[in-house]
């Protein structure tokens, strides 16, 4: 049985949400929003982050490690496999969590008051997703990142990102007509629509 500390609003625990349900999967989400599972989860995992998962009683920390486990227990079912020695999709999936880490990292600081004005980290911050951005766009073909041109982990990581820019209002995606394209081609499949946070 998985179950997966986290919110429902978090891009990084719905990943974990979708290839849960891509598997057929169980998964008991534990609210971290709420102070009993904040707490429970704090003392499960000492970076305090999540997804935080346990797995048959085991601690596992990262929303791409939770998902490895996953994918090499359970096969990858209706998804892209996942190959050994695929750099280019190691390196999609590591440009897109940038992007998202660097806003995440901005959205935090707005709510305390300190934006790109204040300080010129902030203001790198969105440099960088700036530019991860335009290298992810580089790299679409259709509404597919990788050869396999099968949904896999490297478009789970760009349509939960997106979709968390336009629902924090963080990242005028609109910039990216290919992006867009590859997010609205998936947005119905399942597993997304169901794992989409409430607007
Ligand atoms: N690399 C981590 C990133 C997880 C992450 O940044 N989670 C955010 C929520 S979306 C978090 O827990 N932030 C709490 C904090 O930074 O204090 C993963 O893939 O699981």
């Known amino acids: 049985m998985l179950r997966l500390y986290g919110t429902v609003t978090s891009p990084y625990?719905?990943?974990?949400?979708?290839?849960?349900?891509?598997?057929?999967?169980a998964c008991e989400l534990v609210d971290t929003a709420a102070e009993p599972g904040q707490a429970t989860m704090r003392a499960v995992n000492p970076l305090w982050k999540v997804p935080t998962a346990?797995?048959?009683g085991q601690a596992i920390f990262d929303s791409r490690v939770?998902?490895?486990?996953?994918?090499?227990?359970?096969?990858?079912?209706?998804?892209?496999?996942?190959?050994?020695d695929d750099i280019a999709t190691d390196n999609l999936v590591t440009v897109i969590d940038g992007a998202l880490d660097a806003l995440i990292n901005a959205f935090y600081l707005s709510k305390d008051g300190?934006?790109?004005?204040?300080?010129?980290?902030?203001?790198?911050?969105?440099q960088r997703a700036d530019a991860a951005m335009q290298w992810i766009a580089d790299r679409v073909d259709d509404v597919w990142l990788t050869p396999a041109k099968q949904f896999g982990l490297a478009e789970i990581a760009l349509c939960t990102s997106v979709e968390?820019?336009?629902?924090?209002?963080?990242?005028?995606?609109?910039?990216?007509?290919?992006?867009v394209g590859l997010v609205e081609r998936?947005?119905?499949?399942?597993?997304?629509?169901?794992?989409?946070?409430?607007?």
Do not use: C, D
Not at 186 to 198: D, I, V
């Open 13 to 25: 625990v719905r990943r974990v949400r979708i290839v849960a349900h891509e598997l057929g999967l």
């Open 114 to 126: 300190v934006g790109r004005e204040t300080a010129s980290y902030i203001q790198k911050q969105h």
């Open 164 to 179: 968390w820019m336009r629902f924090r209002q963080t990242y005028p995606v609109e910039r990216h007509p290919a992006i």
């Open 54 to 56: 346990e797995l048959e």
């Open 186 to 199: 998936h947005a119905s499949r399942p597993s997304l629509a169901e794992t989409r946070p409430p607007s």
């Open 66 to 84: 939770i998902n490895q486990v996953l994918l090499r227990r359970h096969g990858p079912g209706p998804l892209a496999a996942v190959e050994v």
